[in-house]
């Protein structure tokens, strides 16, 4: 059957409504981000709790998390791609609630990182799945419409979960923080077992063994389109994790703003959520590439002056958020489009595409986010150079994706 009969039959007879549909995928995605910002107000805390002795350190909270979080993705893509959405989705959600269970108790700080590995390994389980029945359910720019979608309620949680961390401190220990995510994952699996639909087509399910897993692993990989804008989409995230890695001390120890970081953190992400509502409006009639590559040319220029400024003045905190707040405009437009166009040509065996695009967005942009974030010495100058040195990056990625040619439309108006 036409791959675009089949989505457009997918998208006519989902037995929820598109805007539940939208939501539901978005609540998936949002316990990834729930698990990363909230922690930031409680790093400090947790690193005196726990005995953590160098400030850098209590970083690796996020990364672990994250690092679990990328490599769970390769084993539930082609798990997802044999068995369907829904019991993979079912497995991950339970090793989640664990995972933070144990986590709310464990007595030293190795224990903890381990138990965010685990809790990473079992979130990705949501985001695969998400992804997945986006791409089993739409093609084209229709998918890249509902995916910015998904981003802008996904990116709405940072506006909120810093504070709400910020609130859980003011009140109890850092151990509730993630008793508050194993209530939130359990409302979400609630809701996803009595309203997800099956997605994947029979015709499209793969079988489960290592031939099979391989060709499809060889396909993603050897597909120069979707293999460029995954890595494209790889460096542009390893400097939003560069950020979150660092946000917490930048905004403590740099330009001692207190309690008002919640506020201002909140203040970013929301122009952040609302360049990615921006992105949904404007893909259907300008296009994915013609969009996402101008808006990536926009993210270097803004990078660039940033880096130049920060190394010949002291930067006030009105400017750092200036200049921060404006880099979040184009970014708005860079997630959501880069994943669509990677996806695109691999709708067969989205679980297995959507696994490994996921491992390289979290696990190597994780791993760029790291040393972004290690770089930090009591300045912005590393982070501004950070995201200078990835925009550089992903633009060689795009210029070879499109042989050199930039600004290219592929797909029609819908």
């Not at 079992?122 to 419409?145: C, K, L, Y």
């Not at 660092?246 to 203040?267: C, D, K, M, R, T």
């Not at 930039?406 to 108006?413: A, E, I, M, V």
Request: a positive charge.
């Amino acid at each position: 059957m036409d791959k675009q009969v089949v989505a457009q039959q997918s998208a006519s007879s989902l037995p929820i409504p598109r805007w539940e549909f939208i939501a539901l995928c978005a609540a998936l995605m949002a316990l990834n981000s729930l698990a990363i910002d909230i922690m930031l107000p409680a790093l400090q805390q947790i690193g005196a709790s726990l005995g953590v002795e160098n400030e850098n350190h209590r970083q690796y909270v996020i990364t672990a998390y994250i690092l679990g979080f990328g490599t769970g993705q390769l084993f539930f893509g082609p798990i997802s791609d044999r068995f369907g959405r829904r019991a993979p989705l079912v497995v991950g959600l339970i090793i989640y609630v664990a995972a933070v269970a144990a986590a709310a108790v464990a007595p030293s700080f190795v224990i903890l990182l381990a138990c965010r590995v685990v809790q990473g390994i079992g979130a990705a389980a949501t985001r695969v799945i998400a992804v997945s029945i986006v791409r089993d359910t739409f093609e084209g720019r229709r998918m890249a419409e509902v995916m910015s979608l998904i981003f802008m309620v996904f990116m709405a949680i940072p506006v909120v979960a810093p504070g709400i961390g910020q609130f859980i401190m003011l009140f109890a220990t850092w151990h509730w923080i993630f008793v508050t995510m194993a209530v939130g994952a359990l409302i979400v699996s609630t809701w996803s077992l009595l309203r997800l639909p099956e997605t994947l087509h029979p015709e499209y399910r793969r079988p489960l063994t290592v031939n099979a897993v391989v060709g499809g692993f060889r396909i993603v990989l050897t597909n120069r389109i979707a293999l460029c804008y995954a890595f494209a989409s790889t460096f542009i995230f390893g400097a939003m994790f560069g950020f979150i890695n660092s946000a917490q001390q930048i905004y403590l120890e740099v330009f001692h703003v207190g309690e008002l970081f919640p506020l201002i953190f909140a203040g970013v992400a929301g122009v952040l959520a609302f360049s990615n509502f921006l992105n949904a409006r404007l893909v259907g009639k300008i296009g994915m590439r013609r969009l996402s590559q101008s808006a990536l040319l926009l993210f270097l220029g803004i990078s660039m002056i940033w880096l130049v400024v920060s190394l010949e003045v002291q930067m006030p905190l009105w400017l750092f958020v200036a200049f921060f707040a404006g880099a979040m405009v184009p970014f708005g437009c860079l997630g959501a489009n880069f994943n669509a166009l990677a996806m695109e040509p691999l709708g067969e065996l989205a679980g297995t595409a959507s696994s490994i695009l996921g491992f390289m967005q979290t696990f190597l942009g994780g791993l760029l986010g790291t040393l972004i974030g290690q770089a930090y010495n009591g300045t912005v100058t590393p982070l501004a150079a950070g995201f200078c040195s990835v925009s550089v990056a992903a633009l060689l990625m795009i210029l070879i994706a499109e042989r050199g040619r930039l600004f290219q439309p592929h797909n029609p108006p819908v």
